[in-house]
């Protein structure tokens, strides 16, 4: 069995982490300094004595700031750095037990799920190899069954038989035809497990499926299984055949095993608007009653119980939180206290300026300009922003989240979009030029217009 340690062991210092955020974020050094600590002091938990590291409780976090600032994309990049299993949830879409809605413990039940996949995902990679290997026995075994022998050959005879020289040659031939792929097209005929009918899925009500009890795989073994002859290409074959091997090859309890060790030393839930269900204290009564509802609900996940799930027992005693919203109308303190004890550190976003729109536009890996600049080579033209372009880009964008609404950089992304329709239009069949300059110039007659008019930025930015 595989280490658990091993994802540990190359751990990220949180100086490294907040330098590999600000590949993609921009700003909000507090922010990323903040998760930073919380991801590495998991680590450092995992390295104390284990009666002490059962006391020491995760840096739950509360990410304070207005939309579009960067509060999910840290939280989703934090967890693609650390590989943990990661999971984002709108707090509002839960209701309290009782009531219409998921119920909360759910949240762990999905973060399993993505575990075990990621898990299987990593296995899957690992046993590769000799999973190709062993389809590829296969399908030779398919192209050229192996012939019986006539008579049983006398104990300590170890020479080969001519006939079996011979066979085992052509065997050697086909195998390289078949690693050049010039057997691909050829159609082979196998025996295939049928696909399942989801009848069984009608049966169970629908909580059934919510409780982790999965009624495929509870009557699905019963079932004889069903075969059924195909006809399909070598190509086809060899996807399944190496998955059905590779299958074979993971050993899947620990695989489980590994997973809900991951979900419960290293999983994240990113519960985002929060400030959705702080009741505000002033109004008491109508939906504030079930907004605290589900603070009730939440609490214990949050403050470490154990969740059934399909695979079995999870603790989440030590899975991090990361709680996110703006606050406008509610405040953290309207929280009940034991919520709010439960996310001890805070930390606000603040709003992005007009610099930080031109380093998001070309500074993270994925920046937008980066992005449409590849995107429109692909039509052999090459775009050029020039400087000025860029920042009358961001000016515009800012003058927009003034003049409109604050929507932070998603802005720029309805404004690139306006700013390049025309080209994203025409490239392929009108377009002459292999190479466009967008300046300044360009980007004020395109969007200069729409933004004095307040009516139409409304619409269109
Ligand atoms: N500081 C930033 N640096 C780089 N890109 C950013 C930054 N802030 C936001 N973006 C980009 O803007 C988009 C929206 O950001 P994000 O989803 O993080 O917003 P949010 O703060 O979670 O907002 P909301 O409160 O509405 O959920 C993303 O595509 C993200 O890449
Ligand atoms: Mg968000």
Redesign the pocket.
């Known amino acids: 069995m595989t280490s658990f340690n091993n994802q540990e062991s190359n751990e990220l210092t949180p100086r490294e982490i907040v330098r590999e955020l600000d590949k993609?974020?921009?700003?909000?050094r507090n922010a990323k300094k903040s998760v930073a600590i919380a991801l590495r002091n998991r680590w450092r938990r995992l390295q104390v004595s284990p009666s002490l590291r059962e006391e020491i409780m995760p840096n739950n976090i509360i990410m304070i700031?207005?939309?579009?600032?960067?509060?999910?994309?840290?939280a989703r990049r934090l967890a693609r750095l650390s590989n943990a299993p990661f999971i984002k949830v709108e707090a509002s879409k839960f209701t309290e037990v009782g009531y219409v809605g998921r119920d909360v413990e759910s949240i762990i039940r999905d973060l399993t799920e993505y575990s075990v996949n990621m898990v299987k995902a990593e296995r899957r990679v690992e046993v590769n190899d000799k999973a190709k290997a062993l389809c590829e026995e296969r399908i030779l075994d398919l192209l050229l069954p192996p012939i019986r022998r006539k008579t049983p050959i006398a104990v300590g005879d170890a020479a080969t038989t001519p006939q079996e020289d011979e066979t085992s040659n052509t065997r050697e031939k086909f195998r390289k035809k078949l690693r050049e792929g010039s057997l691909d097209d050829r159609v082979i005929e196998m025996e295939l497990p049928a696909t399942n009918t989801p009848l069984m899925q009608v049966i169970g009500p629908m909580n059934m499926e919510e409780m982790g009890i999965n009624m495929q795989e509870l009557f699905g073994n019963l079932m004889p299984k069903k075969t059924k002859q195909r006809k399909l290409t070598i190509a086809e074959a060899r996807v399944i055949l190496t998955n059905e091997e590779a299958q074979k090859l993971i050993d899947h309890d620990a695989a489980i095993k590994d997973a809900i060790h991951r979900v419960e030393n290293s999983g994240i839930v990113f519960l985002?608007?929060i400030d959705k269900i702080a009741g505000n204290k002033g109004q008491m009564g109508g939906p504030d009653v079930s907004r605290e509802g589900v603070q009730r609900d939440l609490l214990p996940i949050v403050e470490g119980s154990n969740v059934t799930t399909k695979y079995g027992m999870v603790k989440t005693d030590h899975v991090l939180f990361i709680a996110?919203?703006?606050f406008h109308v509610s405040k953290p303190s309207d929280l009940i206290p034991e919520l709010q004890g439960r996310f001890p550190i805070r930390v606000e976003?603040r709003s992005?300026t007009e610099d930080?729109f031109v380093k998001?536009l070309t500074v993270?890996e994925?920046a937008l300009i980066k992005q449409y600049t590849a995107l429109i080579k692909t039509e052999g033209i090459t775009v050029h922003f020039t400087d000025d372009g860029i920042r009358e880009v961001a000016k515009i964008a800012s003058e927009a989240n003034e003049l409109v609404e604050n929507i932070?950089?998603?802005r720029?992304?309805t404004i690139m979009t306006t700013l390049l329709e025309e080209i994203l239009y025409d490239a392929p069949d009108k377009i002459q030029s292999i190479n466009i300059t967008v300046d300044s110039e360009l980007v004020k007659a395109k969007l200069a217009d729409i933004v004095k008019d307040r009516d139409l930025s409304r619409y269109i930015l």
């Open positions: 993609y974020v921009i700003g909000q700031g207005p939309t579009g600032v960067g509060k999910t994309e840290i985002d608007e996110s919203g703006a976003l992005l930080d998001i993270p994925n932070g950089a998603r720029l992304h």
